[in-house]
């Protein structure tokens, strides 16, 4: 019987390369997204269905859910990708830009593995990945409630495994770097009190050069599906997996150099 997969935010970028990349390797994909109504001729496949999940609507969470579970009889692996960055001088940025961040981010990560968890329990099986972020382990500036929403899904993940772990359930994080989608214009909110100028100049040179990273370093979006695809079908116990765009080293930089000399190489290169 071939395997179920379940994917938030699977409209472009990471999302739909994972689903069309599940879709591949025969798998029946669930390729969630807010407005289904757009999905293209691209979803349009014998084993595809495209229902509507809003993570931030928990009544579009259960309703995909059960959907995915009466097409295909199961799900086997929950794919936690949708999300959002919100960036600029933390001063500049609203309660309800806040609010946004982390109900889709974090909260609606968790609602949606919430409500996969029992089906997984009671098939005594099941693997939840959740996308994040070498954010999720690094800091740079102007980015810091994005990071906190990442950092919140490292933690989260990394409690979680110990848990689910008696249940055959394997939790599982895989932390691209910079990504070559639309993620930095869609995807991308900043800052919206206008009345905070006195940032302007360092966030400008700040973004100018967060697109040169991405622009040099960015890896296709592609390149972070396979590493999903290749954490889902792994039977190992494995927490973490970078994906592209330089992740690796990065970490590998983060883990081995003292935290002040590391603190300095940011500054120095925002």
């Known amino acids: 019987m071939a395997q179920r997969v379940l994917i938030t935010g699977a409209s472009s970028?990471?999302?739909?390369a994972a689903a069309s990349l599940f879709h591949e390797h025969g798998w029946n994909v669930a390729a969630t997204m807010r407005n289904p109504e757009n999905a293209g001729a691209d979803f349009a496949q014998k084993g595809?269905?495209?229902?509507?999940?809003?993570?931030?609507?928990?009544?579009?969470?259960?309703s995909a859910v059960d959907e995915t579970i009466s097409a295909f009889g199961g799900i086997d692996v929950l794919v936690n990708n949708a999300g959002y960055a919100l960036v600029g001088p933390f001063e500049t940025m609203t309660p309800e830009q806040l609010e946004r961040q982390f109900a889709t981010n974090v909260l609606g990560l968790m609602n949606v593995t919430r409500a996969v968890l029992p089906h997984f329990r009671a098939q005594g099986a099941g693997t939840v990945i959740n996308v994040s972020s070498v954010a999720g382990r690094v800091a740079f500036p102007f980015m810091s409630v994005y990071h906190g929403s990442k950092w919140a899904v490292e933690g989260f993940?990394?409690?979680l495994q110990y848990e689910l772990r008696r249940f055959n359930i394997r939790v599982k994080v895989v932390e691209p770097g910079p990504v070559k989608t639309d993620f930095y214009d869609r995807s991308l909110d900043v800052g919206a009190d206008p009345s905070v100028t006195a940032y302007d100049a360092l966030f400008k040179a700040s973004e100018a050069g967060l697109r040169n990273t991405v622009d040099r370093m960015g890896a296709l979006p592609e390149v972070t599906a396979r590493v999903i695809y290749r954490a889902a079908v792994a039977r190992s116990w494995r927490l973490r997996y970078p994906a592209g765009g330089g992740a690796a080293p990065i970490l590998w930089l983060r883990r081995l150099i003292p935290e002040r000399l590391f603190q300095t190489i940011v500054r120095m290169a925002a």
């Open 157 to 159: 993940s990394e409690s």
């Open 48 to 62: 595809m269905i495209v229902p509507k999940l809003d993570v931030t609507q928990p009544e579009t969470i259960a």
């Open 13 to 16: 970028g990471i999302g739909k």
